[in-house]
C-alpha cells in the first residue's frame, strides 16, 4: 500500500472542522480509504460504516477476525436515527447523560450500515466521541464511521499516534496525530436491548455513573465466567498481551520482589508493572514501569497501554503487576490488565 500519510493537528485549534489537516483526512474517508484518529478513549482506525469496501479494508489492517462487530461513530443524533430502529427511553437517558463520550450503545440495527459492521448481528454499536478531532473529522466526513481501536488485532489499544504508526504504517492512508488520548481505556460497551441494560464490555464510563443514571444495571456474566461466551464478540479474544509473559500479584509488594529474585536466579530479565507510591519496593527490579498513582485511578487508566507496549522495547522476558481495586475505572483498568497477562494470576 501507498506510504501513511501523518496530519498533526492541534485538539484546540478553532474551526478545527475546516482546518486542511481534517479536510484531508475527511477527503480519504469520503474516497473510501481508511484513516486513523485520536477519540478522547484511545485511537480509532476509521473507515465509511455503509461502505463494505472501506470497512473491510479495516479488518485487514488490523488482522481482525470478520466474526468481531466494529462500532459506529457519530457526530449528531441523526445518524443515530438512521443507524438503529429506536432509542428507547433509557437509552436517551444514558445519551442524554454521557454523549458527547466514553460510552457505547448496543441497539437495534436499522441496517443501513454495512454487514461487515455488524458482522451480521442484528444489533449495531454507536458512540458519539467528544474528542474535538474526532468530532471534527466525522462532521467534515458527514459519514457515519466504523471505527475499531487502531492497533494491530490482539495489540494493546493506541493512546498515541506513535503507537499507531508503529502497528499500521503502509496499512492505512492517514493519521491525524492530536496529540495523547485522555481516558487511556476504551468506552463502556452497554448493551440497551436487554433489561436492565448490560455492560459487556466496562470502560471510561463507570458502572456506578451508569446506576445513577438508570438504576439497575447488569454485568455480562461471559466477562467473568469461562462456561459462558461474552456478548460482546471482542471480549473472547486474548488481547493487550506484551511478547513477555505476564502475571498479575494481587498480594504486592513483598510477594513481587520473592518472585523477582526466584526469576532472576533462573537468568531471566524482569520487568515490573507498578505505581507511583510503590515504586521505590523493588530495587532488583531489571525494568521497572509506573503506571499513574493509585490515589487517582484514572492516572492509572491513563497511562496502562502505553506502559504495556513499553515493556515490548524493554526486552523483559517476564512481568509482574501489581493489582487494582474494582471500583470505578479500576474495574476497566482491571480487565484490560488480565486480558493482557491472559488470566495469570499469582497467589
Ligand atoms: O473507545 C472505544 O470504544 C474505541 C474508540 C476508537 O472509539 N473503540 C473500540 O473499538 O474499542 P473495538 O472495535 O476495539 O471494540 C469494540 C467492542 C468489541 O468488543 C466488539 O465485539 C463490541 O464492541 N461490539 C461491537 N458491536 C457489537 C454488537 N452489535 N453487539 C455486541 N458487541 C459489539
Ligand atoms: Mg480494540
Redo the contacts with the bound molecule.
Keep these: 500500500m501507498a506510504e501513511t500519510q501523518v496530519w498533526r493537528v492541534d485538539p484546540n485549534a478553532p474551526d478545527l472542522e475546516h482546518t486542511p489537516q481534517i479536510q484531508a483526512a475527511a477527503e480519504k474517508l469520503v474516497q473510501g480509504e481508511i484513516v486513523a484518529f485520536p477519540?478522547e478513549?484511545?485511537?480509532?482506525l476509521g473507515g465509511n460504516a455503509k461502505l463494505q469496501d472501506s470497512v473491510r479494508k479495516i479488518y485487514e489492517a488490523k488482522g481482525r477476525p470478520s466474526d468481531?462487530?466494529?462500532?459506529v461513530?457519530v457526530a449528531n443524533l441523526e445518524q443515530v436515527r438512521e443507524i438503529c430502529t429506536e432509542i428507547h427511553p433509557v437509552a436517551q437517558k444514558l445519551i442524554h447523560a454521557f454523549w458527547p463520550g466514553?460510552l457505547?450503545l448496543?441497539l437495534p440495527s436499522r441496517g443501513t450500515v454495512s454487514n461487515a459492521v455488524?458482522a451480521g448481528?442484528s444489533?449495531?454499536?454507536i458512540?458519539m466521541?467528544s474528542h474535538p478531532v474526532a468530532r471534527a473529522v466525522i462532521s467534515a466526513s458527514n459519514l457515519p464511521i466504523a471505527?475499531?481501536?487502531?492497533n494491530r488485532s490482539g495489540r494493546p489499544?493506541p493512546t498515541q499516534a506513535e503507537h499507531v504508526f508503529h502497528d499500521l504504517d503502509g496499512r492505512i492512508a492517514g493519521i491525524l496525530d492530536g496529540g495523547e488520548t485522555g481516558v487511556g481505556v476504551?468506552?463502556t460497551?452497554v448493551?440497551c436491548t436487554t433489561t436492565p441494560i448490560t455492560i459487556?464490555?466496562p470502560?471510561?464510563i463507570t458502572k456506578e455513573q451508569l446506576i445513577e443514571v438508570v438504576g439497575p444495571v447488569s454485568d455480562d456474566p461471559g466477562l467473568v465466567r469461562s462456561d459462558q461466551a461474552p456478548?460482546?464478540?471482542?471480549?473472547k479474544y486474548k488481547h493487550y498481551a506484551p511478547s513477555a509473559t505476564m502475571y498479575l500479584v494481587p498480594a504486592g509488594e513483598s510477594r513481587i520482589r520473592e518472585l523477582i529474585s526466584s526469576e532472576k536466579a533462573k537468568g531471566r530479565r524482569v520487568g515490573v508493572l507498578t505505581t507511583e507510591e510503590k515504586q521505590g519496593g523493588y530495587p532488583d527490579a531489571d525494568v521497572l514501569l509506573v503506571c499513574g498513582r493509585r490515589s487517582e485511578p484514572s492516572t492509572v487508566a491513563h497511562h496502562l497501554f502505553d506502559v504495556l507496549r513499553h515493556f515490548d522495547q524493554k526486552k523483559v522476558d517476564v512481568i509482574f503487576s501489581e493489582t487494582f481495586d474494582q471500583k470505578g475505572i479500576g474495574k476497566a483498568v482491571m480487565n484490560r490488565l488480565s486480558k493482557a497477562a491472559g488470566g495469570r494470576i499469582l497467589d
Design positions: 477519540t478513549t484511545v485511537y480509532g468481531n462487530p466494529l462500532i461513530h466514553p457505547t448496543v455488524t448481528l444489533t449495531v454499536a458512540r466521541p471505527a475499531p481501536s487502531a489499544s476504551e468506552s460497551v448493551d459487556l464490555r470502560g471510561g456478548k460482546a464478540p471482542g471480549m
